[in-house]
């Protein structure tokens, strides 16, 4: 018994990850991800994802310069099928982003950013 403890212990991230426990956890409690793009410059990423509960959005935004920083709450909207807005909860950035169908890219043309789309089941 002693053997097969930590054997069973090791393969609880394996069963974990095969199986999607922990997404469908999340997922469940702050719902589904519906957009995830992300921004990775030369020293700097920034990332945006959204999630849909009961039919609101909720988002977060990442952004990091040389690997240092931080996760924040935002509020996101949708203007029309193609502009997207988000402002971060505790201060005063925000940005609007264009989805560009053609490039399968979001841009936001004020501070010449390009967003690569990680998953889109927001604008199809």
């Known amino acids: 018994m002693q053997k097969l403890l930590p054997i ?15 997404n469908t956890i999340r997922n469940g409690i702050k719902g589904e991800i519906v957009l995830n793009i992300i921004d990775d410059s ?8 959204v999630r849909e509960k009961n039919g609101k ?4 935004f990442y952004s990091s310069v ?18 997207l807005t988000f402002k971060i909860s505790e201060s005063n950035y925000s940005e609007s982003l264009t989805f ?25």
Request: zero cysteines.
């Open 8 to 22: 069973l212990l090791l393969s609880i991230p394996i069963l974990d990850m095969t199986f999607g426990i922990t």
């Open 42 to 49: 030369f020293a700097t990423t920034k990332s945006l994802t």
């Open 57 to 60: 959005l909720t988002a977060e």
């Open 66 to 83: 040389a690997g240092f920083g931080d996760m924040e709450k935002a509020h996101t909207e949708m203007l029309n099928d193609s502009t």
């Open 100 to 124: 560009d169908r053609q490039n399968q890219s979001f841009r936001n043309k004020e501070k010449t950013l390009n967003y690569r789309i990680l998953k889109n089941e927001l604008f199809k």
